[in-house]
């Protein structure tokens, strides 16, 4: 066929138009994201990938075609649109991840309706008009005998393919050997994550050495800090929704928003004032995972589901060899973040979900904070003893409404209504709340003979969104910055210990394991995990993963994040005390460290502790 006879054929211009319309709808979905490197040619490359899909669909449909082509844009456009809701909440794309908690999507529909802007709507502003034209021509779409050069067709798809690999692989050079939405641009980041999804983890380079690196940071030769501290207590650990390190001991208009967790740091407590956020795509569920493994989240998916079928070393399972009677309350559907099968297998021996407990006071997306400590007490009091009990509270979840009736704040103006004001109405809730426990087990005897643990599982404000940027650094009277962002509340209160310290190492929730692991008395030398004890460790170190980009990290004087390209030289660094940007070459170390310390964590979940289990893996 010639190319006057392919520019005569409709359905070639009918591509040509869509592809048209997809490249300008990319350019405002490009910028929408701030797309900063090479923005025109990422736009280009996923323009060549988009008509690849239309060459595919030519290729294979051979009736019918207008409709497909039609079903085709429209879903290449509804994908923008939902991108759009994700990245205005999340600032990334939808990862394919997703897909396993669509059955749960009415659980969060309220955060979902708050992301929802008229502005998104505009993808579809050419709908009408191309559904009116479909309509009309329907009927005429026949076998078209000039396209029955099939071969010549996916050839020059082929080529094109070829085309957006070569252009890819030259931007993954340019951004350390990493792809992220910012370097990829949409359509081509998802067929990524889809690969990366189900491909396995590669090897990691020299991985005994730097096992034995990260193991060197702890002193052997001398007698652990409160070793045995808890040996024999009770310990409930909460794992609080959302609650960030910056309201402790803060006030709002001249009420404190935290009384309870003011009290409780003020005496008998372990304080640890700069303990980071390492949560994955599963958020709450991943803080959960990190906290009981010792070990990373995953980068494909979230922990509870990549890992569902490893073998794990996780921290109930340990305190179950150790006669501890092992629980779980969480006041929404057992299986959310599938938790109702990964529970049984990291150690848990009881989940109380709700379909055990009595939704009788539901604010948000589950059972209010109050109702599920209050309804606990009737199950810790008759469990043996010594038990680990885990919560994991709601009320404080996106997007942070209750009733008035609810509220203990009295705010102005300035800070009702909005989304900073909201979110310390329920850190004030969860606050109160947490104090009705602790009187609750003082009625019951069990107070003096429990530790209670509590730590942020996320953040709840992202200093991402210029509004809420805004009103938290007017609110704190400095600007609000990743490390404060990222940085949750860990304490752990042990009755007439006599113990009042703050512990300013820097740590993250990785560090959880071995941490309680010496307060319990139990060594952790036969554990392959990475992180630290915090009460014993030399230096403070911190990764952050998924929502910065692999290599950001924070340790005891600053904070590194890789630039949303991923190229380290477009990076930033400051003094955390100071907030004075630095050189990245002082961030290189650190950036290394926390790459390496992300795939050794994949390495040994999927490599080293299957081979352990066997029987076959090293000593």
Sequence with gaps: MSIKEYIK?????????????????????????????????????????????????NYIFRRRRAEVFLGVYMALSALLFFDSLYFSHFFTLIPINA???????????????????????????DWPLLIYFYVKGRGKD???????????QLAWVMVLF?????????IKIAAGGFYTPFNMGNYNYHIYDIYHLFSKSPLVDNADAWMEKLDNDIPTNQTKKYHGLLQGKNIIVIQAESLQAFVINKEIEGQAIT?????????????????????????????????????????????????????????????????????????NEPDFWNR???YPTIGFNRFISSEELQMNEVIGIGLSDKALFNQSLEYLKELPQPFYSFFITLTSHYPYEMEAGHKQLQLSDTYEGTLLGDYLQTVKYLDAALGELIEGLKREGLYENTAIILYGDHHGLDARNEEVYQQVTDFLEKPYLE???????????????????????????????????????????????????????????????????????????????????????????????????????????????????????????????????EGIGTD
């Design 9 to 57: 054929n409709k359905y070639l211009r009918r591509i040509a138009f869509y592809n048209l319309l997809i490249f300008l709808k990319l350019i405002v979905f490009h910028s929408f994201i701030d797309i900063q490197y090479r923005s025109l040619l990422v736009s280009f490359l996923n323009l060549l990938t988009s008509i690849c899909i239309f060459g595919v669909v």
């Design 483 to 613: 490390d404060e962002m990222y940085r949750v509340p860990m304490m752990i209160h042990i009755p007439q210990s006599k113990l009042k310290r703050e512990i300013k190492t820097v740590g993250g929730q990785v560090d959880f394991y071995p941490t309680l692991l010496n307060l319990i008395g139990l060594d952790t030398n036969d554990d392959i995990i990475i992180g630290k004890d915090l009460l014993n460790v030399k230096e403070g170190f911190a990764v952050q993963q998924v929502h910065t980009g692999k290599g950001s990290f924070i340790d005891n004087d600053k904070m590194f994040i890789i630039s949303k390209d991923g190229i380290f030289e477009n990076s930033r660094a400051w003094n955390i005390e100071t907030g004075e940007p630095l050189e990245l070459e002082e961030a290189r170390m650190g950036y290394e460290r926390a790459i390496a310390e992300i795939f050794l964590s994949e390495y040994i979940i999927e490599r080293v502790l299957p081979e352990l289990e």
């Design 99 to 125: 897909i396993y908690q669509i059955g749960h999507l009415s659980a969060v529909s309220g955060s979902v309706k708050t992301l929802i802007k008229p502005v998104y709507f505009l993808y579809f502003i």
């Design 162 to 170: 070829l085309f957006i690999f070569f252009g890819n692989q030259q």
């Design 340 to 342: 109702k099968s990964m």
């Design 142 to 152: 026949t076998m078209d005998k000039a396209l029955r050069r099939r071969p010549r």
């Design 259 to 331: 009384p309870v967790l003011n009290e409780l740091i003020s005496k008998d407590t372990l304080y640890f004032s700069r303990y980071y956020e390492q949560v994955g795509w599963g958020n709450t569920s991943d803080a959960e995972f990190v906290t009981h493994n010792g070990l990373h989240a995953s980068t494909k998916n979230f922990s509870y589901k990549q890992y569902e079928d490893k073998q794990l070393r996780s921290l109930p399972m340990l305190l179950n060899r150790e006669n501890y009677e092992t629980i779980v309350f969480h006041g």
